[in-house]
């Protein structure tokens, strides 16, 4: 199916609707507002292909705005690398922004309030507002504080931004209504103390708006037309408009839609950024995580992330999305995207008995079948490596590989006739004998033969040494964080096998970091940023099928 053909989703069906009715002037303006406080996963993923993705095909803009109210957990790292990542994923913010950038703004909204009668200073300690909140079936109780002066609570509020108080002695609350059936409505805070060095206003403020009374009013700010954010927060939705009703300021609107949940996977920053600092992982990119940077050094192309985030769509109710659906999406793209090459993962020698000591071949391999992409020049000679699981000495019948007796195909070159094998002291096949037909060539093959099987292989004198790392699931178990215990209990111990010496083709020696191949009947690899002039290292993106829907069908 094509855009066109595609039914809309729901948003996009509010967005048409608006335009019909030139709601907010025929304007379509969408923001993507992460927290620098971590890297952004493949969740983000979702939310920016919707926004920038609205934005693109309505003739709208986007803005990427920074919700940096939270001084303690943000850091510019965290800046820098949402910036590279969103580019990455293909795509461009309008306008760069920062909600830190409008502190000014939003504390002056915070003094209309005041002196609205729609907010006060509360002296009370946290658990004295938590325990006069009441419940869903109780009313609140109101603050002893609730009816001070506009005079005295714009005071004390000027006073808190003079860092006359200590952290958590006042807070700033909207007065509302303490009975009101939504609880997020019973007299919020909105803004809070906090002596703390903030990545980009440094020690300018000691006192930051909470959540609800940033995000809103940095939308209107901005005049954000169609404001969408995930599920959790469709209960705030009363309490932002509540704000931009008393403040008058442009009527942005927020939206709803279901986050993404992937299985075998966590997504939570929180969980995420324990996994790097107690060591299960690495580091952010590492390939095991469902970061965008971890994604992209396994070698997730960027195009197959998209694909797969406009597969599942937009819902408006929460679900969970097989990680098996994300896997195929990215190797349908690298099918048609990356070169083919040969590489012997788990080595043994085969020796063509017939063939000269010192003879070479160099044949012209097909790099891409799928998109064809030219040739390379493949070494072929007396000695090679091929995969220790493509011999067996006693085969059962439906073994087309290499057994004695047995005909094979060695890709893109001859047809060898396997004679048997030498062994060691343990019985472990050291070597293998062959014998090849020379009108057997590919391509050119007069040998009249059909084989039924093709293997890979490197030329022993010609090949190069690299190492492989084996990626696979990070977890062993589909949620988990619902699992009882702690979420770390259920890391999947194989998700990652190095193989520390594997054989390539000489062709991989000019690999760069990023570049994606398939390793002829191996899977997809992409070249690892820790490579070396000495080593190149490989990270196995995805295997060619997939693996686990075999294991979960036994
Ligand atoms: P976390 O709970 O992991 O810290 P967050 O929602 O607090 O995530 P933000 O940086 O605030 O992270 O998110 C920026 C934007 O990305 C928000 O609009 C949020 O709704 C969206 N987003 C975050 N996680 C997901 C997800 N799993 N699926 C879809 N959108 C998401
Ligand atoms: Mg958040």
Sequence with gaps: MTTEEKSLNFIEEIVEKDLAESTHGGRVLTRFPPEPNGYLHIG??????????????????????????????????????????????????DEELYTSDYFEKIYNFAVALINKGCA?????????????????????????????????????????????????????????????????????????????????????????????????????????????????????????????????????????????????TVMSKRKLLKLVNEGYVTSWDDPRMPTLSGMRRRGYPPEAIRNFCDTIGVARRENMIDLSLLEFCVRE?????????????????????????????????????????????????????????????VAPKK??????????????????????????????????????????????????LTVKGTIHWVSAKHALKAEVRLYDRLFKVEDPSNEEGDFKDYINPGALEVLPEVYIEPFLKDAVPGNRYQFLRKGYYCADKDSTGE????????????????????
């Design 120 to 264: 006060y200073v509360d002296d009370s300690t946290p658990e004295e507002i938590a325990a006069t909140k009441g419940s869903t079936t109780e009313p609140g109780k109101n603050s002893p504080y609730r009816d001070r002066t506009v005079e005295e609570n714009l005071r004390l509020f000027a006073e808190m931004k003079e860092a006359k108080y200590e952290d958590g002695v006042k807070v700033l609350r909207a007065r509302i209504d303490m009975a009101h059936p939504n609880l997020l409505l019973r007299d919020p805070a909105i803004y809070r103390i906090k002596h703390a060095h903030h990545h980009r206003t440094g020690d300018t403020w000691c006192l930051y708006p909470l959540y609800d009374f940033a995000h809103g009013q940095s939308d209107s700010i901005e005049e954000i037309t169609h404001s969408i954010c995930t599920l959790e927060f469709i209960h705030h939705r009363p309490l932002y408009n509540w704000f931009i009703e008393q403040l008058g300021i442009f009527p942005s609107r927020q939206y709803e839609f279901a986050r993404l949940n992937l299985t075998y």
């Design 333 to 393: 793209n690298l099918n048609k995207t990356s070169d083919r090459v040969m590489v012997v993962l788990d080595p043994v020698k085969l020796i063509i008995t017939n063939y000269p000591e010192d003879a070479e071949d160099i044949f012209d391999a097909e790099n891409n079948p799928e998109t064809p992409n030219g040739t390379r020049q493949v070494p072929f000679s007396r000695e090679l490596w091929i995969e220790r699981e493509d011999f067996m000495e």
């Design 535 to 554: 080593k190149l290292i490989f990270n196995r993106t995805v295997t060619l099928k997939d693996a686990w829907a075999k294991e979960m069908a036994k």
């Design 44 to 93: 983000h993923a979702k939310a920016i292909c919707l926004n920038f993705g609205l934005a693109k095909k309505y003739n709208g803009r986007c803005n990427l705005r920074f919700d940096d109210t939270n001084p303690t957990t943000e850091e510019t790292e965290y800046v820098d690398s949402i910036k590279t990542d969103i580019q990455w994923l293909g795509f461009q913010w």
């Design 399 to 448: 073994y087309f590989r290499l057994a004695p007796g047995k005909l094979v195909r060695l890709k893109s070159a001859y047809i060898v006739q396997c004679e048997g094998c030498l062994k060691d002291d343990n019985g472990n096949v050291t070597e293998i004998h062959c014998t090849y037909l020379p009108e057997s060539k590919s391509g050119n093959d007069t040998s009249g």
